[in-house]
């Protein structure tokens, strides 16, 4: 076992060990600094990677006031100080010792936070693989501050216990009454840990929703439409309804351009002519190669289809597009027709005058009540 640090000030007086630790502190914050800090930074400052920059910048304030203030805390504890101040070594401790303490436990839980949050968002900026949902901050954020306030709790001796049973007790009253919320922090630990999607995907929800994902917070995720407008659902819904990420496993995308060409063509001619209109469009990767597919023989036409990728799923419209055009002009450069449904209409039965009168019959007058009906 290690010698507690108060043997050393054995046979000070007050004033000897006063002096003694405060020259400690300031001595260990000065050196934290200038010395250890300077050498980390200068050495980290040689390295490929970014995150232990991130480290060292967000660490170096909680490290300089824990130098500074465990001073002031171990002052409060050394025997001789205490028996030679004028207050109760009690008030002693309330007003130096365990506030010296709170501030190191504040400074610490925002290192904590900080670097934390840093690291994650480095992370999630390099994309692929190494993708930190934004919602794993947050979460992060919720347990330093319960921690936090958990240790400041006890520094200062209040029982917490009756605390956690109202805390129970309130927190099944919140369960019900924001049970919504509860569900969307839920839902998006779900999305995340499933790895649903990311910011920047392109997903397509059950109900036709599409866009890119923008952000992913705690209760909700925003898409931007193609539309830009910007829709903002639920992560309860996302979770419990069916999520089509078209931006994974990878971001292109296969376009079909369903076409069809009168009966009698030569369909080795038209396929080439399709392939080449194809191969030629610039949205069109150039592999997988784009492919044509007789698909059915229609009621007016054979039915082709034309495959083809594009790079993205935001393209797809355009190269469609692109593409009808192109074929259009293209088939009817060659005289290939795109045949349209037709119909005969046959008209059958004679339509001749009204029959004439018999030969000194008078006419009949038109019925009044006829008339009054109309």
Request: net charge negative.
């Amino acid at each position: 076992m290690f010698p507690s640090p108060l043997t050393l000030f054995e046979g000070f007086t007050a004033l000897e060990a006063t002096v003694a630790v405060l020259v400690v502190s300031v001595a260990a914050a000065v050196g934290m600094e200038y010395a250890i800090l300077r050498v980390a930074r200068r050495y980290v400052a040689s390295t490929d990677s970014a995150y232990d920059d991130i480290v060292v910048a967000s660490l170096r304030a909680p490290l300089v006031v824990t130098a500074a203030l465990a001073g002031v805390f171990l002052l409060t504890q050394v025997p001789a100080v205490r028996s030679s101040v004028l207050v109760s070594p009690e008030l002693l401790d309330a007003v130096f010792g365990r506030p010296s303490l709170s501030v190191i436990v504040l400074v610490w839980a925002y290192g904590a936070n900080t670097v934390v949050n840093r690291l994650v968002a480095a992370v999630n900026a390099e994309g692929g693989r190494f993708d930190f949902a934004p919602v794993f901050s947050n979460v992060w954020t919720l347990a330093v501050l319960v921690g936090s306030v958990g240790t400041l709790l006890w520094l200062w001796g209040i029982e917490i216990t009756p605390l956690l049973g109202a805390a129970g007790v309130a927190g099944i009253a919140v369960g019900f009454a924001a049970k919504d919320t509860v569900a969307n922090f839920f839902g998006g630990i779900a999305l995340y840990f499933d790895d649903t999607y990311k910011i920047g995907d392109y997903i397509v929800l059950d109900d036709g929703t599409a866009g890119t994902v923008i952000k992913v917070g705690v209760r909700s995720t925003t898409l931007l439409t193609r539309d830009e407008v910007l829709v903002t659902v639920p992560n309860a819904a996302l979770n419990a309804s069916k999520v089509t990420n078209e931006s994974a496993p990878q971001r292109r995308r296969r376009v079909r351009v369903p076409i069809g060409v009168a009966y009698g063509t030569d369909v080795d001619d038209f396929e080439a002519l399709a392939l080449a209109v194809v191969g030629a469009e610039p949205l069109v990767l150039d592999s997988p190669k784009p492919r044509a597919r007789f698909r059915s023989f229609g009621d007016s036409a054979l039915q082709y289809e034309i495959l083809c990728w594009v790079n993205g799923p935001t393209r797809r419209r355009r190269a469609q597009h692109e593409l009808n055009r192109a074929l259009y002009v293209a088939l009817g450069d060659a005289d290939i027709e795109i045949p349209y449904p037709k119909r005969d209409v046959t008209v059958s039965g004679a339509v001749g005058p009204a029959p004439a009168a018999r030969d000194g019959a008078p006419e009949s007058d038109p019925d009044p009540s006829a008339d009054a009906a109309t």
